[in-house]
């Protein structure tokens, strides 16, 4: 079985950039797509990243993801922050032997 | 607008059995594979069953298999959970979501399941 290994927790200020790394930790990152998911304090999860690099409709093109294959790594970007995108980010990725898994989260405190 | 609602959340004994629910509107619902994840009081998402666009094809995270059943009906837009021999560690939000079989598209809102040792 892999496991997805993010950050604990990342701090930017206001209109700067942050990067949230995804590490796989067996197998190709390449292999299979990988999502991210935003959940906002006591609220539901919603998908800003799909497909590796896909933004759904109504995500702000702040909103990136990339794929690393040197360092077997996901990440998230997400330009010009806001107030409003503190919240908990997760990478999510399969294979055939583990339909889905999920990193253990990344909280964004944007201060 | 699509909307996923969970419902059968609850409070249960340990070693007791709950069934979920979760009704989708707004989308095409026989074209969507199916999903649960739950979360832990305070703690990140953990994915735990999916099951393809027509039901024939379901898959279980390790710590539910042979535990949890997972099913839907599609020409009531709506899929089950049945959660047999529930353990404290079941203890959870268990979000209902549509998508593929590599992403979500769509979450639900969530049902706390609460098992009481």
């Known amino acids: 079985n892999f496991m997805l290994t993010q950050p604990h927790s990342v701090s930017e200020s206001p209109g700067k950039t942050v990067t949230i790394s995804c590490t796989r930790s067996s197998g190709s990152i390449v292999s299979n797509y990988v999502q991210w998911y935003q959940q906002r304090p006591g609220s539901s999860p919603t998908t800003v990243i799909y497909?590796?690099?896909?933004?759904p409709s109504g995500v702000p093109d702040r909103f990136s993801g990339s794929i690393d294959s040197s360092s077997n790594s996901a990440s998230l970007t997400i330009s010009g922050l806001k107030t409003e995108d503190e919240a908990d980010y997760y990478c999510q990725s399969y294979d055939s032997s583990n339909p889905w898994v999920f990193g253990g989260g990344t909280k964004l405190t944007v201060l | 607008e699509v909307q996923v609602v969970e419902s059968g959340g609850g409070l249960v004994q340990q070693g007791g059995s709950l069934r979920l629910s979760c009704a989708a509107s707004?989308?095409?619902?026989?074209?969507?594979?199916m999903h649960w994840v739950r979360q832990a009081p305070g703690k990140g998402l953990v994915w735990v069953s999916r099951i393809n666009s027509d039901g024939r094809s379901t898959n279980y995270a390790d710590s539910v298999k042979g535990r949890f059943t997972f099913s839907r009906d599609n020409a009531k837009n709506t899929v089950y959970l049945q959660m047999n021999s529930l353990r404290a560690e079941d203890t959870a939000v268990y979000y209902c979501?549509?998508?593929?079989?590599?992403?979500?598209?769509?979450w639900g809102q969530g049902t706390l399941v609460t098992v009481s040792s």
């Open positions: 979501a549509a998508g593929g079989n590599s992403e979500i598209d769509y």
């Open positions: 707004g989308l095409t619902f026989s074209r969507y594979w």
């Open positions: 497909e590796d690099n896909q933004r």
